[in-house]
């Protein structure tokens, strides 16, 4: 039997039609996203399903679509497969689903609370003032040195998301981060600028967690055994507590760490459950070889797979 690290991905992995197919073939899809239409009091389903792009890459939208789209997911397999994973954990956003699958946040509370941490995170920063871009092939140790040495007129610049030993992302003021990225290019390190409206996970985050402190302390979890590697330490939390929530809104991603934790406790496979491949493709890079590397994008072939693991 595997050991199944279940992994649920973040911002960026939208796309316009993620969950139609899904919903046209299961009714627990179906019953998914009415339920998040009807908690957040608009069609969230058609936004996923048809909308424009644009509108659906708002981080007030984006967060709720991301994370019914990947509970929509989890619970096809989990109905039509055996499929129960050893450990959970998700990609910043993706920690609320990792949650929700690991049953210890209810799915209704928690669309509701990626929506106010959408529109927290867009009204903490003024729109254009903030920027984010992917640093490739560079020391994570040098790389903060580097965002150290850009001139403090220039504003923050700060690395936010440890995603693996050749990619890590930075966040801040967009002066600042054009200024490291330009710096970084002189000395032919690859950047590419990330297009989000925010500079999430930096400390120019800090108002957004603190207009979300009180309306996450007030959410119940429920204990259950499924253990969650948190994104704040990289480490499993026993037992997961609320205050990961609140301060991973301005904290790094620690994702190298937490892929480390997974193998070190012994998982063999990891399975990104939700839209697109982006935490498959950091996977590759990053665990031991002869893992197993799968995704959850081509719903059939993902049951297939589990089905494979799972002797189901």
Partial sequence: ????????????????????????????????????????????????????EAELRLTANQQPAILT??????????????????????????????????????FARAVKLVRM?????????????????????LDPAALIEKCKAIDTRLGTVEVVNFNGPQQQIVS?????????????????????????SAPFHSSLMAPAREEMTPKLEGTPLNPTEYPVIANLTGQLAQPYTIDNLIKQI???????????????EGC????????????????????????????SDAIDKAIEDVCMLTDC
């Fill in 1 to 52: 039997m595997a050991n199944i690290l279940a992994m649920f991905p973040g911002q960026g992995s939208q796309y316009v039609g993620m969950g139609k197919a899904l919903c046209e073939g299961f009714e627990v899809a179906r019953n998914t996203f009415s339920e998040a239409d009807e908690v957040l009091d608009f069609k969230l389903s058609d936004l996923c399903f048809n909308g424009l």
């Fill in 69 to 106: 789209t990947s509970i929509a997911v989890w619970r096809v397999l989990t109905s039509e497969t055996d499929l129960r994973p050893k450990l959970f954990t998700g990609h910043s956003l993706g920690e609320y689903s990792a949650l929700v699958a690991a049953g210890k946040l209810d």
């Fill in 117 to 137: 941490r959408g529109q927290a995170m867009q009204r903490a920063v003024p729109e254009g003032t903030g920027a984010m871009a992917a640093v490739i092939g």
């Fill in 172 to 196: 801040g003021h967009k002066t600042a981060v054009e200024a490291l990225t330009k710096a970084l290019a002189d000395e032919k390190i690859r950047c590419t600028p990330l297009p989000v």
């Fill in 250 to 264: 301005d904290s790094p991603v620690l994702w190298t760490d937490t892929l480390a934790t997974a193998v070190a």
């Fill in 268 to 295: 063999d496979t990891f399975f990104e459950v939700g839209p697109g491949k982006v935490l498959f493709g950091l996977a590759r890079k990053a665990v031991p070889k002869g893992s197993k590397i799968i995704h």
